[in-house]
C-alpha cells in the first residue's frame, strides 16, 4: 500500500468512524488551538509594543543621545536610578559636535520636554507634554499636520511663540472650536495656535495626542529645563539599519570625547533606540513564547495517548486483514508504514482543524478584550509539525505491534 491509498484510507476512517475520530482528533485539535491562540496574543503584544508604544516614541532607524533612557520597561534597581541621577547633563553645546559627525544623509533633531499647565479662555488649565523642538523634528517623527501648518523656518530660529496641538489637548481647550489662529497661554505666555497634529492613536489606555510643540527657542524651554542651555535629547535618524549602528558609534565617540571619559570607563550618557528600550520586554517575550508552546503541549500529550489507544484497537479490528496482506506477499515496512502515514494523517486533520479554531479564538481575544493578537506564520508551521510527529510518535507502537503480527494466527482471526 502506498502513501496516497494510506491516506485515502485514514480519511475514510474519519467519515465511516466519526466518534472514534472525533476522540483521537479531540487532544491535537484543542493542544493546537491553543498554541496558536497564546502565540498569537504575544506576537501581538510584541508588535504592539514595537510599533505602538516604543515606536511611536522613538521612531524607524533612530536613535536618541539621552542623559538616561526615556523609557523603562520591568523593574529597575535603585542603583541603576542613582548611578541615571549623577549623570551629567546634555547641553546645546553637544548637538553641533554629534551633528557634524554624522554620516550623510542622516536626519536630526533636538528636544526637550516636560508635563505643563496650559490653559485658554475657553476652558480651564490642563497638564500636557510640552516639546520644544529644533531640527527635522517632525520628520524623524514623521508627524504630520492635519489642519494648519508647520513652523516656519523663521519661526523656528527666531522661536516665535507658535505652537501645534495634538487633537485630545485640542478638544480640551477648545471645545466645539477651531483652534488654528486662537491663543493659548504656557507659564502666562501666549502662544498662537499654527497646526493640530494628525491623530497618533493610543496604547495601553495612554494617548499619544495629548501635546504642545513649540520652536525650541521660545520661551516654553526655559520651564522645560531650569538649567540655562540644557536639553533633554539629541535625536538622529539613520537611512537604514546599517548605518544607524554607524551613526551611533560615532555618537558615543562625540560624547565619550566630550565628557572626557577614558578608556575602559562605562558610558555617562545613553545611546537609546527601539532594541533597547524594548530589551526588557524582548526577554519576556521569549519566555512567554516557551510557555505558550510548553503548556498546549499538555494537550499534544494527551492526544498522542489517545491516538496510540485508538490505533491499538484498529490493529486488533484489521488482524486479519493485515494476515491476508502478508500472505499476499506485504512486507513488515509496509505494514508498519500504513499504520504510521494513517495516525499521521489523523493528528494531522486535528492540527489542521485545531489552526482554524486557533485562529478563530485569537480574532474573538482581538475583538472582545483590550489584548492585541496577531498569528504568526512560524506557529502555524509549528502547528502542522506538531500534529504530524505527534501522530508518527503515538502510531510507532501500534504499527510496530501491527508489523510482527504472525500472518498465520493473523488469518485464524475471527
Known amino acids: 500500500m502506498g502513501i496516497l491509498e494510506a491516506v485515502r484510507l485514514a480519511l475514510a476512517t474519519l467519515v465511516t468512524q466519526k466518534l472514534k475520530s472525533a476522540f483521537t482528533l479531540l487532544g491535537v485539535c484543542i493542544g493546537v488551538m491553543f498554541l496558536i491562540a497564546v502565540v498569537s496574543i504575544v506576537e501581538g503584544m ?14 524607524v532607524n533612530v536613535f536618541e543621545v539621552r542623559r538616561a533612557p526615556s523609557i523603562n520597561i520591568g523593574d529597575v534597581d535603585p542603583a541603576v536610578w542613582e548611578e541615571y541621577r549623577r549623570r551629567p547633563r546634555l547641553f546645546e553645546d553637544d548637538v553641533a559636535p554629534v551633528v557634524e559627525a554624522m554620516p550623510a544623509g542622516t536626519r536630526w533633531s533636538v528636544y526637550s520636554a516636560d508635563v505643563l499647565s496650559v490653559d485658554s479662555r475657553y476652558s480651564r488649565p490642563r497638564r500636557t507634554t510640552v516639546y520644544a523642538v529644533d531640527g527635522e523634528y517632525f520628520e524623524i517623527r514623521n508627524l504630520g499636520v492635519a489642519r494648519g501648518r508647520r513652523f516656519a523656518p523663521q519661526e523656528i530660529t527666531n522661536g516665535d511663540n507658535v505652537i501645534i496641538l495634538g487633537v485630545d489637548l485640542v478638544e480640551r481647550l477648545f471645545p466645539g472650536l477651531d483652534p488654528v489662529g486662537r491663543t493659548l497661554r504656557i507659564g502666562g505666555v501666549p502662544y498662537t495656535v499654527v497646526g493640530i497634529a494628525e491623530p497618533q492613536g493610543s496604547a495601553f489606555g495612554i494617548s499619544f495626542d495629548n501635546f504642545a510643540i513649540a520652536p525650541y527657542r521660545a520661551p516654553v524651554h526655559r520651564l522645560l529645563n531650569r538649567q540655562p542651555r540644557v536639553i533633554d535629547a539629541i ?24 565628557h572626557k571619559l577614558r578608556p ?18 524582548n526577554r519576556l517575550k521569549g519566555y512567554l513564547v516557551l510557555a505558550g508552546i510548553a503548556l498546549p503541549a499538555i494537550g499534544l500529550v494527551v492526544g498522542a495517548i489517545v491516538i496510540m489507544n485508538i490505533m491499538l484497537v ?37 492540527a489542521g482543524i485545531g489552526i482554524g479554531l486557533g485562529y478563530a479564538l485569537a480574532q474573538a481575544i482581538a475583538a472582545f478584550t483590550p489584548l492585541p493578537t496577531s498569528v504568526a506564520p512560524w506557529s502555524v508551521a509549528v502547528a502542522v ?30
Open 385 to 414: 509539525a506538531l500534529g504530524a510527529g505527534v501522530g508518527v510518535v503515538s502510531g510507532v507502537y501500534p504499527a510496530s505491534r501491527a508489523a510482527r503480527l504472525d500472518p498465520v494466527a493473523a488469518l485464524r482471526q475471527e
Open 314 to 350: 484498529a490493529v486488533a479490528e484489521r488482524t486479519r486483514e493485515i494476515g491476508v496482506r502478508k500472505a499476499l506477499g506485504a512486507r513488515r515496512r509496509d505494514i508498519l508504514s500504513q499504520f504510521l502515514v494513517e495516525a499521521a494523517t489523523l493528528s494531522t486533520v486535528g
Open 46 to 59: 510584541g508588535r504592539y509594543m514595537e510599533r505602538d508604544l516604543v515606536g511611536k516614541l522613538i521612531g
Open 235 to 258: 535625536q538622529v535618524q539613520a537611512m537604514n539599519e546599517t548605518q544607524l549602528t554607524e551613526a551611533m558609534e560615532l555618537a558615543r565617540t562625540v560624547m565619550r570625547t566630550r
Open 264 to 281: 575602559g570607563q562605562p558610558d555617562n550618557f545613553s545611546l537609546q533606540t527601539n532594541d533597547t528600550a524594548l530589551e526588557f520586554w
